[in-house]
């Protein structure tokens, strides 16, 4: 499997492993017992209540034991003169009051007051519409357990004439907050609780009994809390009990609660009270952060008189969103980029908390969110982030590794800085270029015998050579290596205003490299270069490509490379090349025009002259060949000979005046063809 294909899989294969991470974190938690899981489970629970508004039922009043009332009443802090709850509950009875529920426990009978307990139970009875609370306790081996759960009943007169009893302790959770109704004994659940008793014999409409549905469901309900702590209306007992307190009908069809709420004592010493989800715990004072439990009572009794009560997602629904988020986030997270993945994860943070309180607020259902915000949706972050950032990382180094085949190493850090991914995708794009197409002259007889390892050694001295000495340093790109040739062009892949004259710079560079194979065979590199317009880009199969250019102007480049030969030259270019250089380009001399092999157009073609050659120091050698070749032009066989000639008696290998004075003689030997003198045609054999 090729770089490419294996990077290309990899954009699928991080986003799928994120998924899985994703999904394995979030039903972990989701299932977990431990401490910090079971933590942002209840979070969820608590915190849903912060975004929504208060809520203050008028069903209800409580009636608070306080520290005022026990100072006027029970300086002590010892037991209640009963006779005291029968003038309440005289006045709850004369004012119409809808139910009285007493959040006290009265177990055994008062042997020091019988005629304040006969008082009470007389009250109770003219009122008739009184729930008492009573303990629930179990004991014994796990066995016999289901045999000693019970209910501890009130004292029995008192029990007789209430309308019912039912036990009072709460389901609190570790960090003291009630948040399940609970209202059934957990082996008999014959055993009712006294916030159960209460919604039953109050005739909630939302309640028929524990068999029904309705029961069934209320039964697994959650604790609606409807505002902080002592929200819900209440009055001191030394109110409730004077006269002239409260205005008439105070308590007219109101459910009354009756129970303690002391906030002094010894600071270790636990009271009935309990934490509140509407408070939070670093912004409260100490004495703030609890609610009293006849408050708690009396939510779960509204929960059940209004219907209200919270629902949570059932554990199976539960279980496929936490797998659908932890599918849908992981992999959508984990196809971004690391600037994209934190705002797209913020984001969707923000729609799972915003469907948690649509749920939470309209329909009154919750569920453990917070997994997904601060689990699953980091984790997919997080894993996006490390393994596109490892991804990425080994992308540059592989756009690097490429780079360097084909560019200098200042186009190299250029194009990284960038971040230029285009030059690594396929297709390609119509371009001008500077095609340069190098060759080395007599290949094939200075490598003859020679040791095919020993040849490769050479072979790669030579084009690190070439490249580091002549091409890179004009910034040109490497496309490949052919052979014993070098094919490169400039202003591709990065635009170069002035690529003829690099192109130009990097022959004569070119030029000036001695190297040899063996010491009988020193070598020489030709050089062919043209302007033109050539598709550049990845060419290639679905899984492997190469940057490269094609188009008629390459093959014009390698034809003028190969001209070379017939002009024995050591760089040619083109009249485009010429016109494109500018006047930065000296010393260059016209050689005519050219139809080479394969085109039918005829071409013009220049010599780009190194400094040590005899016609760039010379100006009257250029003006003798420029006047040698009009007269050529001009169909003047023997003048142009007789220029041709004197030139070469200066310059004895030039290759130009070798050619043209051989073409003079041809042309001259053959008067009767028709023959075009500006037109020199090379065919390649």
Known sequence: MSISDSLQRSTWLGPVLGATISIILGLFCFDSIMPVTEALRHKSYDLSFHLRPRIIPEEAVLVYMDDASYQEFNPGYKRWDRALHAKLLDRLTSEGAKLVVFDIIFSEANGENPEADAAFEAAIERNGNVVLGADYVTAGSSYSMKQAEMLLPPHEPFEFAAASTGFVQLHEDTDFMVRRHYHSGSLNPEITSMTWESAMWSESPYIESQESASGREAQQAWVNYYAEPRSLPSVSYSQAIAEDQLTEGFFRDK???????????ESNQRKDEFRNPFVDWEYVSQTDRF?????????????????????RVPLSYQAILVTLTGLVFGLG???????????????????VIGLSQWLFQQYRYWFPWLII??????????WSITFNAARLYVQRQLLRQSLNLYLSPRLVKAFLNQKNRNFLKPGAEKQEVTILFSDIAGFTSATEGMDSDKLARSMNAYFQRMVENGIHPQD??????IGDSIFAL???PEPQKDHALRACNAA?????????????????????IHTGVANVGNFGSNNRVDYTAIGENINLASRIEGLNKYLRTNILISAETREKAGEGLKAVRYLGQFRL???GKKFGIYELLQTNNAFSSSQKLQQDFNVAMARHDQGNMLSAMELFSSILKECPDDGPCQFYLKRCQDIHSKPTESIDPTLIVIEEK
């Open 255 to 265: 459910i009354v609660l009756i129970g303690a709420n002391i906030r002094t004592g």
């Open 291 to 311: 609610m009293p439990g006849v408050e708690v009572h009396a939510t779960i009794l509204l929960n059940l008189v209004r219907g209200d009560w919270l629902r």
């Open 333 to 351: 997270i984990g196809r971004l980029r690391p600037l994209s993945a934190i705002p797209v994860t913020l984001l969707s943070m923000a729609l």
């Open 373 to 382: 915000v601060i689990v699953q949706l980091p984790a997919a972050m997080l």
């Open 476 to 481: 040109g790109t490497v496309i490949k290596f």
């Open 490 to 492: 400039w202003n591709a």
């Open 508 to 528: 004569l560079a070119l030029g000036q490299q001695s190297f040899e194979f063996s010491k009988d065979h020193p070598i020489k590199t030709r050089i062919g």
């Open 597 to 599: 092999s394969g085109f």
